[in-house]
T-cell receptor
Framework: SQTIHQWPATLVQPVGSPLSLECTVE??????LYWYRQAAGRGLQLLFY??????ISSEVPQNLSASRPQDRQFILSSKKLLLSDSGFYLC?????????????FGPGTRLLVL | AQTVTQSQPEMSVQEAETVTLSCTYD???????LFWYKQPPSRQMILVIR??????QNATENRFSVNFQKAAKSFSLKISDSQLGDAAMYFC?????????????FGTGTRLTIIP
């Protein structure tokens, strides 16, 4: 069965510091991968998605970036964090089967920027 | 662009009763997918149910069922025999079937409280 991992689970970082959040998927090949952010009390906002190694699409321009160095690894990064980067970051994966695709989410990373 | 609206920020229901959560959406597409996700206090998003727009039959998953009204662009979730473990945020989501546009568009969520 497929599983998705995210780490760290919680992170407290000072403003201006770098960021690296990692997401890995097991039990599937060539998944679509997604990074979402959820601000407190709000819905999910898609940040990046990837349909393959090295293929990244950005939905929202900001100081975050994403990379996919391996088929089942998706990394969210920042060179300098802002206070507004605080939130809950969710990674998701999906596999398209015909016209069917369902996204499954990881446990999330809670980021607090002080 | 597609939008998803959940007009009920909070709902509550007595344990063992039935509750319906509302969701409306706006799209110009004729084929798409709709989802309900549950987010418990752990904050992990859990898929509850999905509906393909080309299917007229409403999806059901055990105690969870939807009322999909395509013409009205409405997609409500009915939870029967509510249980304490159903307490969570519930998000409605839309996904296009167009290749290259696989992202989910979420509503702002409904917080469901179960009253013992």
């Amino acid at each position: 069965s497929q599983t998705i991992h995210q780490w760290p689970a919680t992170l407290v970082q000072p403003v201006g510091s770098p960021l690296s959040l990692e997401c890995t998927v097991e039990g599937t090949s060539n998944p679509n991968l997604y990074w979402y952010r959820q601000a407190a009390g709000r819905g999910l906002q898609l940040l990046f998605y990837s349909v393959g190694i090295g293929q990244i699409s950005s939905e929202v321009p900001q100081n975050l970036s994403a990379s996919r160095p391996q088929d089942r690894q998706f990394i969210l990064s920042s060179k300098k964090l802002l206070l507004s980067d605080s939130g809950f970051y969710l990674c998701a994966w999906s596999v398209i089967q015909g016209t069917h695709e369902t996204q499954y989410f990881g446990p999330g990373t809670r980021l607090l920027v002080l | 662009a597609q939008t998803v609206t959940q007009s009920q920020p909070e709902m509550s229901v007595q344990e063992a009763e039935t509750v319906t959560l509302s969701c409306t959406y706006d799209t110009s597409e004729s084929d798409y997918y709709l989802f309900w996700y549950k987010q418990p206090p752990s904050r992990q998003m859990i898929l509850v149910i999905r509906q393909e727009a080309y299917k007229q039959q409403n999806a059901t998953e055990n105690r969870f069922s939807v009322n999909f009204q395509k013409a009205a662009k409405s997609f409500s979730l009915k939870i029967s025999d509510s249980q304490l473990g159903d307490a969570a945020m519930y998000f409605c989501a839309y996904r296009s079937t167009n290749f290259g546009n696989e992202k989910l568009t979420f509503g702002t969520g409904t917080r469901l409280t179960i009253i013992p």
